[in-house]
């Protein structure tokens, strides 16, 4: 329970989760598309738009959730914080003392929660930053918090969203285990996500599962189930590599 509990505590507070929670800000800004600017120039003349402000902040976030361009940078940003952590360990040595110390089970058990929880923490970080730059821009502009409109279909896109981030951030995981490279942890879903987007677009378009577009507006249940056979072949892959290591 320790090593579970230190991986977690590394996956979250190291610079690499800062980088990809400034960064999916950023990315979910721009997934608001022309609704940002209408911001901007609406905060710059806030004397004149007082009265007649109509956008809300659970529809710029519920914008920004659904983006393409949010989507398809997902998957790197998502692996960025953790999904190589365990490959590193492997290569540097680092696994043997580590295993000694606290168990197979133990330290496989650990790279597994951290690196989906990892994923998971960091969209749900992005989303809250967003409305609290929604805010600050609304503070600094008008001394008013921004106006808030309703938030209950925005919980249903954060929520599949959230997995999201902790299926990108296993599969990078797994891809870089499988591949024994560190950049394969963030460029091979990225290319993987981009593959779907354009087959499930142009070839499949009936196929709504296969556009990961479609899975911010689809069922819950299939994103659980793939989550559930990541986190199985995520395991074995680990237990090969911990039998093969020490």
């Keep these: ?16 989760f800062l980088v990809a929670f400034f960064a999916s800000v950023v990315s979910l800004y721009m997934s608001i598309g022309d609704q940002s600017y209408y911001l901007i120039n609406m905060l710059s003349e806030m004397e004149m738009y007082e009265d007649s402000f109509w956008l809300d902040a659970a529809t710029l976030l519920s914008q920004g959730l659904q983006g393409d361009f949010g989507v398809l940078i997902l998957p790197a940003l998502s692996a960025l914080p953790f999904a190589a952590q365990a490959l590193q360990e492997i290569r540097s040595g680092a696994i043997r003392p ?3 110390r606290v168990g197979r089970k ?7 929660l951290s690196t989906f ?14 409305l609290l730059v929604f ?3 609304m503070l600094i502009r008008a001394g008013q918090l921004f106006p808030s409109g309703d938030f209950a279909p925005v919980r249903a896109v954060l929520l599949r969203r959230t997995l999201c981030g902790g299926i990108w951030a296993g599969a990078g995981c797994l891809f870089a285990l499988v591949t024994e490279t560190t950049s394969a942890a ?3 879903p990225l290319c993987l996500c981009y593959a779907m987007v354009m087959i499930g677009t142009r070839f499949f378009p009936d196929r ?3 556009n ?26 680990l237990q090969r590599k911990v039998n093969a290591c020490v």
């Design 1 to 16: 329970m320790k090593c579970i509990f230190y991986d977690f505590r590394r996956a979250i507070t190291g610079r690499w």
């Design 98 to 100: 580590a295993v000694f």
């Design 106 to 112: 133990g330290w496989i058990a650990g790279k597994v």
């Design 117 to 130: 929880v990892s994923g998971m923490l960091l969209q749900m970080a992005a989303a809250i930053g967003l």
């Design 135 to 137: 805010h600050l821009m």
């Design 186 to 188: 963030c460029l091979a």
């Design 208 to 210: 709504a599962l296969l």
């Design 212 to 237: 990961p577009v479609n899975w911010l507006t689809g069922a819950v249940w299939p994103l659980l189930l793939v989550l559930g056979v990541l986190a199985g072949g995520l395991a074995r892959t």
